[in-house]
């Protein structure tokens, strides 16, 4: 089983629409979980951080749920610009140093 | 940008040559985590240093290793290349404790 699993999509959606990612991890000892995104042949860049309360920036909100080991990311109103690949990332330690594990990514596409 | 960058960006080899990739952490960051990410995969996790030191190994052979620099550059070197070994390749530098890692533009190795 991998650490991260989520849906590799693609996801095509209108402009405007509400779009929903999710995710699962295996480790239930993780502490910390991320989104990051990724445009076409560049890096990642960390999205948002994901909280046990759950957490909102603009249009983007991102919810944890640790006893299911399930993590969301709802993106409303989407954009043009929203299109490119979720990395749903947990944080997990491996003989004293701090690794990201990443899930396969979603691609996500934004028609006009 | 995250002020982490990395040399080359581009690169061509043959099978059983060796590579070597560079990478400058962001300023005040010291410890370099080295990724990489086949193409539709998420990042893997290759190795971390600390203080010149390796500190924590992913899933990868020892023909895979690494340097760190007492500015806390760092280089990963690749022996005897294999096919399978074509990918972009990741740092990310950040501040030992802090579990926020802030990601290179990657240099893509292709290998023929």
């Known amino acids: 089983r991998k650490e991260v699993e989520q849906d590799p999509g693609p996801f095509n959606v209108p402009e405007g629409a509400t779009v929903a990612f999710n995710c699962t991890y295996s480790?239930?000892?993780?502490?910390?979980f991320f989104w990051y995104r990724q445009d076409c042949r560049k890096e990642p860049k960390l999205l948002m951080s994901?909280?046990?309360s759950g957490n909102e920036d603009g249009r983007f909100t991102a919810q944890l749920n640790r006893a299911s080991q399930y993590i969301s990311l709802l993106i409303r109103d989407s954009k043009l610009s929203d299109s490119a690949t979720y990395l749903c990332?947990?944080?997990?330690?491996?003989?004293?140093?701090?690794?990201?594990?990443f899930g396969q990514g979603t691609r996500l596409t934004i028609n006009p | 940008e995250t002020g982490v960058t990395q040399s080359p960006t581009h690169l061509i080899k043959t099978r059983g040559q060796q590579v070597t990739l560079r990478c400058s952490s962001q300023s005040g960051h010291n410890t370099v985590s080295w990724y990489q990410q086949a193409l539709g995969q998420g990042p893997q996790f290759i190795f971390q240093y600390y203080r010149e030191e390796e500190n924590g190994r992913g899933n990868f052979p020892p023909r895979f290793s690494g340097l760190q620099f007492p500015n806390y550059s760092s280089e990963l070197n690749v022996n005897a290349l294999e096919l399978d070994d074509s990918a972009l390749y990741l740092c990310?530098?950040?501040?030992?404790?802090?579990?926020?890692?802030?990601f290179g533009p990657g240099t893509r190795l292709l290998v023929l």
């Open positions: 994901v909280y046990s």
């Open positions: 990310a530098s950040s501040f030992k404790g802090f579990e926020t890692q802030y």
């Open positions: 480790n239930s000892a993780s502490q910390s």
């Open positions: 990332v947990v944080n997990a330690f491996i003989q004293g140093a701090q690794k990201l594990v």
